[in-house]
């Protein structure tokens, strides 16, 4: 069956962004001029999902507005000839249908997920974490779809080798491979330390799930953090049903925190043409005016 739905939870505070983030969403933050959320949204789209359900919380009213059409822009671009930029802001307004569903507690990953339930109805979907940028020309959640799709729609968690020092900040994966790139999972451990880990194998953000998890979610526990863990409904899963962890290829930012919003910063503008030769100057010329040995 194909996948036409997207579930990306934002619905966080932000708080390692404080304090921009005291009035405005993480995901509206930009990189140069795009974006956070711009690049994750474009990915779904190019896999060729239809429709992207945000679970939100209080303040996150941008990020739809983004994705909607602003006629008084549009009209201002217009009248004064800016063609390019009034191009841009209408495929931007165009891009996918949007919808939203409110997380009034935060109370986990899990329960993000099942907020969304009545949206999806009894179709596989894909989940996008708001804050992991992954760039590939292929889509990293088109890869999933494809391996999802050639095992009889069976739910598929992307992964990604992380060195054994940090399992311990991801979910890691255990199962039995059967090929290079995919295993079939029979477990999933939340955050192990690097002497307990089963696998370096870690969970980024991408998810082929089926609507059998909904089920799991209502009636599982509170796990890790007094939260409903979507690890604990996988666990579950994977005692039922055929669940495939596979090693996505992409270039992954996680720019939920600082460090990782830098890396994409430099590396976004470094690969445009646009702001490359700029970029370098500026950076070599504060090098040296910090006195900097590289």
């Known amino acids: 069956m194909k996948i036409k739905k997207a579930i990306i939870p ?6 390692r962004f404080l304090p921009a ?3 405005i969403a993480k995901e509206i933050i930009p990189i140069i001029n795009v974006p956070m959320i711009h690049y994750v949204v474009q990915e779904a789209v190019d896999a060729g999902i239809e429709q992207i359900i945000f679970v939100t ?13 602003n006629q008084e822009l549009e009209a201002f671009l217009e009248r004064n000839n800016k063609t390019k930029e009034l191009e841009l802001i209408k495929k931007i307004g165009s891009m996918v249908d949007v919808t939203a569903v409110r997380q009034k507690e935060q109370l986990g990953l899990g329960h993000a997920v099942l ?60 199962g039995e491979r059967i090929n290079p790139k995919t295993l079939k999972m029979n477990g999933m451990v939340e955050k192990p330390k690097p002497h307990e880990a089963p ?9 082929i799930l089926t609507p059998e998890i909904f089920e799991i979610l209502e009636k599982i526990p509170r796990g890790a953090g007094n939260e409903y863990q979507l690890t604990d409904a996988i666990n579950v899963l994977c005692q039922q049903k055929n669940v495939f962890a596979y090693q996505f290829e992409g270039e992954r930012f996680d720019t939920g925190n600082i ?28 090098i040296k005016k910090y006195g900097i040995s590289l």
């Open 10 to 15: 934002i619905a966080g505070k932000g708080t």
């Open 21 to 23: 983030t005291k009035e």
């Open 57 to 69: 919380s209080s303040g996150k009213f941008s990020v739809e507005d983004y994705f909607d059409r």
């Open 115 to 174: 907020m969304a339930k009545s949206m999806i109805g009894h179709e596989p979907f894909a989940v996008l974490l708001g804050d992991d940028i992954v760039i590939n020309h292929q889509p990293a959640i088109k890869q999933l779809m494809d391996v999802s799709l050639s095992n009889q729609g069976a739910a598929v968690i992307g992964v990604m080798e992380v060195p054994q020092e940090d399992t311990s900040k991801y979910g890691i994966v255990k």
């Open 199 to 207: 696998t370096n194998l870690a969970t980024p953000g991408r998810y």
């Open 259 to 286: 460090h990782g919003y830098l890396d994409a910063t430099i590396d976004f503008a470094l690969k445009d043409p646009e702001t490359r030769e700029k970029f370098i100057t500026s950076l070599q010329y504060r």
